[in-house]
């Protein structure tokens, strides 16, 4: 494969289409593992030969053709790797999940424990606030929160500890 491929792929040219995609199937069945299925790879093979078409006009000749899409396949397994496990079916059995009839809530305790969680969070900065939401209520990781709030890993996973502590002070001090 070499820069006269690219171009050939940037024209749709089915020979470089097939070149390419022999070579990241051939790729994508060593490193995407066991989960995988032919089936799945051949999807993968296709969603990365589509990116590469899509981009081919903008590659500069820095590495090796065969790199570069490499790297595409790379991303894309990653983003299916990401993909089955935000969206991976629950392990936990039917009866597990069958739902016992609601135990009788005091409205009144209910309330009061609403209310404490409205000041437990008064309390927090805005960006502690933030790290709470996007950690235990969205239920992204760390770094994906960092990307989201544009700080470092460190500084978020110090956000939500500190975040915590306050809560858990706060909750402490009100009365029951």
């Known amino acids: 494969m070499d820069q006269t491929t690219v171009d050939r792929l940037v024209r749709g040219e089915s020979d470089a289409v097939r070149e390419s995609r022999v070579l990241v199937t051939a790729w994508l069945m060593r490193n995407a593992g066991p989960p995988f299925t032919r089936e799945d790879v051949e999807d993968m093979a296709g969603e990365t030969i589509r990116r590469a078409w899509r981009a081919a006009a903008e590659y500069q000749g820095r590495s090796k053709p065969e790199t570069w ?35 009788q809530v005091d409205p009144e305790e209910l309330a009061t424990d609403l209310i ?7 309390q927090l900065t805005t960006d502690q606030r933030e790290a709470v939401r996007l950690l235990l209520f969205e239920g992204l990781t760390s770094k994906e929160a960092s990307r989201v709030m544009d700080k470092r890993d460190g500084a978020v996973r110090n956000l939500f500890y500190r975040a915590m502590m306050k809560i858990r002070a706060t909750d402490k001090q009100l009365p029951r």
Do not use: Q
Request: hydrophobic residues 50%; aromatic residues 4%.
């Open 69 to 103: 899409l490499v790297g595409i396949a790379k991303y894309v397994l990653r983003d299916e790797r990401r993909f089955r496990r935000r969206h991976a079916p629950s392990a936990v059995s039917l009866e597990a999940t069958k739902l016992e009839p609601a135990a």
């Open 116 to 122: 404490a969680a409205n000041l437990a969070m008064e």
